[in-house]
């Protein structure tokens, strides 16, 4: 018979597989199956642990909360340290996630004051790592980053790398915070290839979507769209909601500074449509700004004023610091607007100069770059000329300092430096190993892009107008992989992706990476190709071929699953650190979906794909059947083709 504890562990597997709603059910039906004996107090802590996290996984922190209430309870009649350090770290993050700060504080130092009683280093550097997330959110950055800072090196020491990663992602988030992009986007690099190395699915999307917000400050909208939508696809197939409500967010406010209103008003939509089963009163604020900004753009002042008048009253309920400020700059911005009822430019001074000693306090530099604009436009309105000259020359130059000064003026200048100055020496160490083995690049990326990094182009993003992309993904692979030791899986994978690389390599073909399982490629993204569907089409046919001569430890034959779709995408290099050339774009979605709904060894086409597609190429001869319609993510109902051989 399967004990409780074996149990709860199966339910572990589904949460980390993100069947969170599985998980919540064979949870419940342990506690009916063990009713609330007091004898059994141990399973019912790991049966409260498992339904805490279903609810924790999908962003939805008050109903977790009862449960983990419940976790202290047992945890204080068992005096399991144990238990109650995990019930107050659980309860500390869930408070901060609500924007209760003094709750989570005070959770947080009783979790801190056990993990160091037991001294337990695990232990130590999550909740260091968790109080420094609360800090952040407290806006005391310097004592978040000295918590964060030492959780970093907590862990290093332990090697736990998927702690790390969160870690480098909550260091990232500071550093943006204060507009010190460099650094932010450095720490995510770090982040993100740890969790890729992981395959941690669900934090992977966080750091995607980290890395959008980047982007979105630095008014780079294209590559902010591309992350966000990346992001919020891998959290919306977790059903992770409060990612899919950060990353809704994110696209809607892309849109909203791209001219969008449309797509932007359907982001916006769809966070309040998730947000009634998180009731996250940050996020409600923060649809509340961007609501009435787009009010705003589009000339509806009253509707501006509502919307941020709501904004301020919950950020006040919540005592966010930084909300009370953005939204009251928003404010700000109406007030000093002469052409809106809402005018009263004495009053708007008075408060942008008040938000502006609070921005120098907090270190919130874009915020504090956004009031001397405001600043400068009215007075320039009022023909104060003189006063007009001091702000624009305060809004430029911070300007400058935010967008383009390099990474070593931004550390001298930053106001962390001493907290900093370690972390900072490790890191260019690193770079200087990364320079040391520049020669690798031509191993690691397509020939001609390792050209262009020599040569010293510092970003490098093209854009393709026909180009084919291929998914290649093997079926059953998970359980194949639960049933074989490591080593025979990698050796086997090796052996396969080997001969891809190689027959690639033959038809002109790109490979982009590797995903887990799944194996991705390009054909016409450095060069333009005519015949890069035909190529394609014979390279999907050689990996079939391939793929029946090879078995995983000669027990399990490999099934293969492909889709292969045509059109623009986008090319670049991502990183400065461990260079990564990947490619963007609806198409390579679609190519995605399209291989995700394939049938086992099955070349999975659309129609735009068969359009101008020669069947009897040079390179082989094929006929396409008819799939008729089906239902493609983000795209509706397309018509479909597989492809046959013909001898």
């Known amino acids: 018979m399967i004990t409780i504890k074996e149990q709860c562990e199966n339910a572990w597997k589904m949460i980390n597989s993100g069947d969170l709603i599985g998980a919540e059910h064979i949870a419940n039906a342990m506690l009916t199956e063990l009713g609330n004996n007091p004898e059994k107090n141990d399973d019912l802590f790991r049966i409260y642990d498992v339904l805490a996290f279903s609810y924790i996984y999908r962003g939805m922190p008050k109903d977790a909360l009862e449960y983990t209430f419940i976790m202290s309870d047992i945890a204080d009649i068992l005096q399991n340290p144990s238990y109650q350090f995990k019930s107050n770290n659980i309860l500390c993050l869930l408070h901060q996630e609500m924007s209760l700060i003094d709750k989570a504080l005070e959770y947080g130092n009783k979790a801190y004051h056990l993990a160091t009683e037991s001294k337990n280093k695990q232990n130590l550097s999550t909740i260091t790592g968790n109080l420094g997330l609360i800090y952040s959110s407290a806006s005391n950055d310097q ?19 998927d702690h790390l990663a969160v870690v480098y992602g909550n260091i990232a988030n500071v550093f943006s915070k204060h507009a010190d992009y460099v650094r932010a986007l450095e720490y995510l690099q770090y982040s993100i290839e740890l969790h890729e190395g992981l395959n941690n699915i ?47 967010a994110g696209l809607g406010d892309a849109y909203k500074d791209v001219g969008d209103f449309s797509a932007s008003m359907k982001y916006y939509n769809k966070v309040i449509e998730v947000n009634k089963d998180v009731d996250d009163k940050a996020m409600e604020a923060k649809i509340h700004i961007s609501l009435g900004d ?17 904004a301020l009253e919950l950020y006040n309920a919540i005592h966010s610091k930084q909300g009370i400020l953005e939204t009251t700059i928003s404010l700000a911005s109406l007030y000093s607007n002469p052409h809106v009822s809402y005018y009263e430019p004495q009053k708007a001074i008075q408060t942008l100069i008040e938000s502006i000693a609070i921005c120098k306090t907090l270190h919130l530099k874009a915020n ?15 023909k104060d000329w003189e006063n007009t000259t001091v702000f624009y020359k305060q809004y430029y130059t911070l300007k400058d300092e935010i967008y383009n000064r390099d990474a070593e003026d931004r550390a001298k200048n930053f106001d962390f430096q001493r907290i900093t100055e370690k972390a900072q020496k490790e890191k260019q160490i690193e770079m200087a190993k990364l320079q040391e083995k520049e020669h690798l690049l031509h191993d690691i990326l397509p020939s001609r892009i390792a050209e262009r990094i020599v040569h010293g182009e510092k970003t490098i993003a093209d854009f393709k107008d026909n180009v084919s992309v291929i998914f290649i993904d093997i079926v059953g692979f998970t359980p194949i992989s639960q049933a074989l030791s490591a080593e025979v899986i990698v050796d086997t994978l090796n052996t396969l992706y080997s001969k891809f690389d190689d027959i690639a390599q033959t038809f002109g073909i790109e490979k982009i990476k590797t995903i887990g399982d799944a194996y991705m490629a390009a054909c016409g993204i450095l060069d333009e190709d005519c015949e890069h569907k035909e190529k394609m089409v ?11 001569s090879i078995s995983f430890a000669d027990t399990y034959p490999i099934n293969l699953r492909i889709g292969i779709h ?60 008819s799939r008729g319609e089906i239902n493609i993510k983000g795209k509706g109902q397309l018509e479909t083709y597989f492809l046959q051989k013909m001898e």
């Not at 014979?538 to 029946?548: G, P, R, V, W, Y």
């Not at 995408?569 to 709904?597: H, P, Y």
Request: net charge negative.
């Open 368 to 382: 504090e770059m956004n009031c001397y604009k405001i600043l400068a436009e009215l007075y320039e309105y009022l």
């Open 566 to 625: 045509s059109g623009k995408v986008m090319a670049g290099i991502i990183g400065n650190k461990r260079f990564t050339f990947d490619i963007w774009g609806d198409t390579v979605n679609v190519a995605a979906r399209l291989e995700q709904s394939s049938e086992a060894n099955k070349i999975h086409v659309s129609h735009d794909f068969i359009s101008n597609f020669n069947d009897h190429n040079s390179y082989i001869h094929c006929k396409s059947l």
């Open 143 to 161: 004592l978040a980053l000295t918590y964060l800072f030492e959780a970093e090196q907590t862990a290093k020491e332990l090697n736990w790398k």
């Open 294 to 310: 787009l009010a705003l753009l589009e000339g509806s002042y009253q509707d501006a004023f509502l919307q941020y008048s709501c």
């Open 202 to 248: 669900k934090e992977k999307g966080r750091a995607l979507g980290n890395i959008a917000n980047v982007y979105l400050a630095l008014s780079d909208f294209p590559r902010a769209i591309s992350y966000f939508e990346q992001a919020l696809e891998i959290h919306e197939a977790v059903d992770y909601k409060r990612g899919v409500l950060s990353w809704a």
């Open 538 to 548: 014979a390279f999907a046919f050689s990996a079939l071929d391939i793929a029946q």
